[in-house]
């Protein structure tokens, strides 16, 4: 079965570390553009980052310098590292897969066909 | 950054009601645009890609139409199981963006 399943989260103080992990099955994560998106209790979405086949990372404003994704290809297996968290960072985080990748004049675009149920991260003291 | 406004935030409808959800993009974003469906304490599921591109599996009563900065998504005849609430994204440019949401409640 194609699926992706979230674990790692937790309560952690303000200033803390955290790390996310992604267990894919059905597919290779490696071979795919992979992200993490969270929501805010209550709110809306937010794209996080996402790291490309090729191994290229990109952030959003919010999060760059603090969070790192990375993955372990023998274990296919998405991460989020997450450093000196705040309470802002508290969301349900999910990790999503890309559906194909179209690359237009060298821009890619893509969507999220496939995500996992979420892992809740809650920054307070 | 692009930013996405969807309107209305909440809509009440009856089954069988034809429903339509609109999206605004702050610039051009060509036709990369993504609906997702979401239900409390679930992931979204993917609806409609390209605009107008169904996914496989989803059923044929979801649409999805426009270009540019405008865009809609429109149930034709709403059933029990479309009660949720729904999000555009766009895919144009970093960072990918999504609207606010508007939920589809009981009348």
């Known amino acids: 079965e194609v699926q992706l399943v979230e674990s790692g989260g937790g309560l952690v103080q303000p200033g803390g570390s955290l790390r996310l992990s992604c267990a894919a099955s059905g597919f290779t994560v490696s071979s795919n553009y992979m992200s993490w998106v969270r929501q805010a209790p209550g709110k809306g979405l937010e794209w996080v980052s996402v790291?490309?086949?090729?191994?290229?990372?990109y952030y959003a404003d919010s999060v760059k310098g603090r969070f790192t994704i990375s993955r372990d290809n023998s274990k296919n297996t998405l991460y989020l590292q997450m450093n000196s968290l705040r309470a802002e960072d508290t969301a349900v985080y999910y990790c999503a897969r890309a559906g194909p990748v179209v690359v237009v004049t060298a821009h890619p675009h893509w969507y999220f066909d496939l995500w996992g149920r979420g892992t809740l991260v809650t920054v307070s003291s | 950054d692009i930013q996405m406004t969807q309107s209305p935030s909440t809509l009440s409808a009856s089954v069988g009601d034809r429903v339509t959800i609109t999206c605004r993009a702050s610039?051009?974003?060509?036709?990369?645009l993504a609906w997702y469906q979401q239900k409390p304490g679930k992931a979204p599921k993917l609806l409609i890609y390209k605009a107008s591109s169904l996914e496989s599996g989803v059923p044929s009563r979801f649409s999805g139409s426009g270009s540019g900065t405008e865009f809609t998504l429109t149930i034709s005849s709403l059933q029990p199981d479309d009660f949720a609430t729904y999000y555009c994204?766009?895919?144009?440019?970093?960072?990918?963006?999504f609207g606010q949401g508007t939920k589809v409640e009981i009348k």
């Open positions: 994204q766009q895919y144009n440019s970093y960072p990918w963006a």
């Open positions: 610039q051009s974003i060509s036709s990369w």
């Open positions: 790291i490309y086949s090729g191994g290229s990372t």
